[in-house]
């Protein structure tokens, strides 16, 4: 077997892996996210706001946005190396979001090395209307 051919079943193993633990992930089970697609490096994870999320301003607190982005960051970059731990996150915040909207987080891994990932991540609403872009860069754990 090549090594392309090695890391290519390494990469569907992974997200196989991966789609196992997510049936029971605390964090996503509380904000109410769900895997909607992962392949290796890509992720979708899609999100309901509720009505909890809101902060003083009546808008949906960044951090809620931003946690949807992570999501999507940890599922792209695991599938191809983990496990992969965050080393930075950036994020502009492009629209406001509602209660009510859903939100669709997606991620793609641009880099994937030996030494570190970087990936891009958008936020779009049930319209498709861009609520956020990220950027961040993961370090794996081998």
């Known amino acids: 077997m090549n090594h392309n051919s090695r890391e290519k079943m390494d990469a569907l193993q992974g997200v196989a892996e991966l789609k196992a633990l997510q049936q029971n992930e605390p964090i996503a089970s509380f904000l109410g996210m769900e895997l909607v697609e992962l392949s290796p ?5 899609a999100m309901r706001l509720r009505p909890e999320y809101v902060n003083f301003n009546g808008l949906v607190f960044g951090g809620i946005i931003m946690a949807l982005a ?4 940890a599922y792209a970059t ?3 190396a983990r496990p992969s731990v965050a ?4 994020i502009h915040f492009i629209a406001a979001a509602r209660p009510g909207d859903r939100l669709l987080g997606e991620c793609r891994v641009v880099r994937n090395g030996r030494r570190v990932g970087v990936s891009e991540m958008t936020i779009t609403d049930q319209d498709g209307r861009l609520i956020a ?4 860069t993961t370090i794996p754990v081998r």
């Open 87 to 90: 080393s930075q996150f950036n």
């Open 41 to 45: 490096g890509y992720s979708r994870v």
């Open 78 to 80: 695991n599938s191809v």
């Open 70 to 73: 992570d999501q999507a960051f």
């Open 133 to 136: 872009k990220a950027t961040g």
